[in-house]
């Protein structure tokens, strides 16, 4: 098994590259994702003053962590702000091929996340819809449409109390 380094800080172990597992983030580039996750809009030149690198090797790290996707810079909207006011949180029961369904699942654009996952369900998905309407459509018309779709339970979203994307690089 190999390792290396590369010009983003990023270790890798070639036993599992391209799995997501063997990163291994130096303390520079741990400290520039916190300072973007801090604010997503800070310039490469305060984010170069706060660790200690030039505004070059700051863009450079940064290009590589959304590159090698270990990150990524996006806009995070309040959904109701937007007009969607229906969220809610699905468990789904499948009967065969779980992956296949999760692929089913991350094509529908009204679907914000899937998990796979053990427990009581095997996939839990976010749906983030404009009604109750569009939220029964989803629901009923497409995903208990899927074949191996056993069983849902659907957890409508009341109020959010917390939503976060400062976990860090711990």
Do not use: N
Not at 143 to 153: F, G, K, L, N, S
């Amino acid at each position: 098994m190999r390792t290396g380094r590369d010009d983003a800080g990023v270790t890798r172990s070639s036993a599992s590259a391209g799995r997501g597992h063997g990163r291994a983030l130096d303390e520079v580039s741990k400290r520039i994702i916190e300072q973007l996750q801090s604010d997503g809009r800070r310039s490469y030149a305060a984010i170069g003053k706060a660790v200690g690198l030039s505004e070059a090797a700051v863009r450079q790290r940064v290009q590589r962590l959304v590159d090698t996707g270990v990150m990524q810079i996006v806009a995070v909207t309040d959904p109701m702000q937007v007009g969607l006011f229906r969220q809610a949180m699905i468990g789904i029961e499948v009967e065969g091929d779980v992956e296949a369904v999760a692929e089913q699942l991350t094509a529908m654009d009204e679907i914000t996340y899937v998990i796979v996952c053990a427990g009581s369900f095997d996939l839990l998905c976010e749906v983030v819809c404009e009604d109750d309407g569009h939220l029964l459509e989803v629901l009923s018309k497409r995903i208990r449409a899927i074949p191996a779709v056993r069983h849902t339970e659907t957890f409508v979203y009341l109020k959010l109390c917390k939503q976060t994307y400062q976990w860090g690089t711990r």
